[in-house]
């Protein structure tokens, strides 16, 4: 800068303050610095604003932040982690991490820049240099930063202009540690130091991938409420309530935005004070200590991430998210004798709205249904015994009896209509033709695949329901005759009426078979029959 400068010249003067990747310098302000600036940014995360406002004792509402792939490129041109330009506060590549103790911490740092620089004028109305390493405003905003992430005031007593006060990203390379014994963790939920869930050991990877699950559950609830508030419900927001909670009464409606909000006040307290930690080696994909707390009442307790929880994909990690913080505003807490029912459960098909409003995953998969659809529910195995009567277009009835071993396929765009195949195996008894000659067809085997429709409400609430069901396709025969085995093919189809309630079900039908192996006049075959069904979910 010139010398001979008035000092308010030189204070309103712009400049750059930054965060630098290495320890050199760099002479001249890239034009893509200067095109980052003009563009206008998104206001500061919510949940860092609850957290530094009170620390700063100041309003960072002006504040904008910077950090697309433009962003990304500009920090790299001005050899910066991160920069600070009057209000605008810009990101280098992965630098921008709300949810992780060294991502505060450089938020923080910045935030104390914008606070030096929030008397200089506005970037947009001059030029602005760069400072160099060292700069005091650098290391005040560094001491400020310190401050804050010891949960105390961050002060910051200089206006400065605009600029970037490079600070190593590298610190000073700490003495040896002596060597230590490995820690004895207790059980799941014993708390203090030997707890086995610890913020400390989750991996920096770990860290990463929780930072960006926080980040998609707050997206996922933010669409949730969103698509509620709407004057008029979307057919998608209708077909996921009636999928989840079996409603979509205004009442039902109110009360689901209602908890919604209770778990998105959760995940802005899990991010802005890292509530969470790691214990790798629990067996369930995540867990939280909680008693018997009130719906909507909050537990300042971790979420617990376990090894398990990492190897799922991106969606159902932030469903798991959004499901431990409902555990921790009261859903699903066996203490209130509200159990856990999971979306793999036969009994999660039945719940009625009172009980999938106190169910966690309810809400988690209807956040998740919101912003990425709904996806089928296959239900499998479904195992059906049954048995009766087979009579030949000629001769005397017998005995007949069938195992099936299928699956069932669900999705609130088919409605009542749910597609099923599944594998059938008959076992049909002897027929005969009476006369003085009787003539007779042994017993055999016939093996029937069977696509289906089964007609009935999926979701019909904790009573079950009634449900009709038609099926039909080739078949295989096999008949153990005196002279040799016969093999042919056949086919086969039926329709049956039945009650279904979670894990069971009780039906009764009739059918038809065609079995080329028996005798002519016996190979036509009509069933009557009893079955149940048994869904091991």
């Known amino acids: 800068m010139m010398s001979g400068e008035c000092e308010e010249c030189s204070k309103k003067k712009q400049a750059l303050q930054r965060k630098a990747s290495d320890q050199s310098e760099i002479s001249k302000v890239s034009p893509i610095v200067h095109e980052v600036l003009r563009s206008p940014g998104q206001p500061l995360d919510p949940a860092i604003r609850t957290l530094m406002e009170p620390r700063f004792g100041h309003d960072f509402s002006q504040v904008r932040v910077h950090m697309d792939a433009k962003a990304a490129e500009s920090a790299r ?55 160099g390493i060292g700069d005091p405003s650098e290391r005040e905003a560094e001491a400020a930063a310190d401050s804050v992430m010891r949960g105390n005031f961050g002060t910051t007593t200089h206006d400065f202009p605009t600029q970037i006060a490079r600070q190593t990203s590298l610190p000073a390379t700490p003495p040896p540690s002596p060597p230590q014994t490995q ?65 979509h009464s205004e009442a039902t409606i109110n009360e689901v935005r209602s908890r919604l909000t209770c778990v998105q006040i959760c995940l802005a307290d899990t991010q802005a004070n890292n509530r969470y930690g790691c214990h790798s080696d629990n067996p369930n ?65 039945y719940m009625d709205t009172a009980e999938s409003l106190r169910n966690s995953d309810s809400f988690a998969l209807f956040a998740g249904a919101i912003a990425e659809g709904i996806g089928v529910t296959t239900l499998f195995p479904v195992i059906g015994v049954t048995g009766g009567t087979a009579i030949p277009s000629s001769g005397v009835a017998t005995w007949q009896a069938r195992l099936y071993i299928g699956a069932e396929f669900q999705h609130p765009v088919l409605s009542i209509f749910n597609p099923t195949l599944g594998l059938g195996m008959s076992f049909i008894g002897e027929t ?106």
């Open 77 to 131: 041109a001005a050899n910066a982690l991160a920069y600070t330009v009057g209000q605008d506060v810009v990101f280098g590549v992965a630098q921008y991490r709300p949810a992780m103790p060294e991502g505060q911490h450089l938020i923080a740092h910045e935030l104390a820049h914008t606070i030096q620089q929030s008397k200089a004028i506005q970037h947009s109305r001059g030029t602005f240099a760069v400072s």
């Open 432 to 537: 005969t033709i009476p006369g003085t000659a009787p003539i007779s067809s042994p017993p055999n085997f016939i093996l029937s695949l069977l696509p289906g429709i089964r007609i009935g409400a999926p979701r019909p609430g904790a009573a079950g329901g009634i449900y009709a069901s038609f099926f039909g396709g080739p078949s295989i025969a096999l008949s153990a005759d005196v002279s040799g085995s016969q093999v042919g093919v056949g086919a086969d189809a039926g329709t049956a009426l039945g009650y279904r309630w979670q894990w069971l079900d009780v039906s009764g039908g009739v059918g038809y078979a065609y079995d080329p192996t028996r005798r002519e006049g016996m190979e036509h075959l009509f069933t009557i029959g009893v079955g149940v069904t048994f869904i091991p979910r």
């Open 285 to 349: 994909l995540a867990y939280v200590c909680v008693g018997g707390t009130d719906i909507c009442s909050h537990v300042e307790t971790d979420i617990c991430f376990t090894d398990h929880h990492f190897g799922k994909r991106d969606q159902e990690r932030a469903e798991t998210v959004i499901h431990e913080c409902a555990h921790r505003v009261g859903m699903s807490l066996r203490a209130r004798n509200l159990p856990d029912i999971y979306r793999f459960t036969n009994r999660f098909l």
């Open 183 to 247: 820690q004895q963790f207790g059980a799941a939920c014993s708390g203090g130091a030997n707890d086995p869930c610890q913020f400390s050991r989750c991996s920096s990877g770990q860290h990463r991938t929780v930072g960006g699950d926080i980040s998609s559950a707050f997206r996922y609830v933010n669409g949730a409420i969103s698509a509620l508030d709407a004057s008029t419900l979307a057919t998608n927001t209708t077909r996921a309530l009636d999928w989840y909670f079996n409603d």
